[in-house]
Nanobody, 122 residues
Framework: QVQLVESGGGLVQAGGSLRLSCAASGRTFSSYAMGWFRQAPGKEREFVAG????????YYADPVKGRFTISRDNAKNTMYLQMNSLKPEDTADYYCTAGNTWPLRDYAMDYWGKGTLVTVSS
């Protein structure tokens, strides 16, 4: 059974940093792309960042470019999202996802985690 489990969310002041983790299990993801989406209260889910598991190619949504960094550790089957210079508008539930598609499209993803809440206070 495939599982994606996020961790690392929490409350942080504006300008602070958090690192999210996504531990993957249940299959090999070498041919997959993985990434992060987020959903703020009352808003649609939106793409944040993506990475190809094998090559490590990355891309980001414009609002987070230069502030967020996505990475993965193949040996640990874990993906990370380092978030710096956080803003109140980054407040959302952050979801880890995996799929055999590139670029990432939320309707085409195969697996989702349950999410981790990030709250940025002003």
């Amino acid at each position: 059974q495939v599982q994606l489990v996020e961790s690392g969310g929490g409350l942080v002041q504006a300008g602070g940093s958090l690192r999210l983790s996504c531990a993957a299990s249940g299959r090999t993801f070498s041919s997959y792309a993985m990434g992060w989406f987020r959903q703020a209260p009352g808003k649609e889910r939106e793409f944040v960042a993506g990475i190809t598991w094998r090559q490590g190619s990355t891309y980001y949504a414009d609002p987070v470019k230069g502030r967020f960094t996505i990475s993965r550790d193949n040996a640990k089957n874990t993906m990370y999202l380092q978030m710096n210079s956080l803003k109140p508008e980054d407040t959302a539930d952050y979801y880890c996802t995996a799929g055999n598609t590139w670029p990432l499209r939320d309707y085409a993803m195969d697996y989702w985690g349950k999410g981790t809440l990030v709250t940025v206070s002003s």
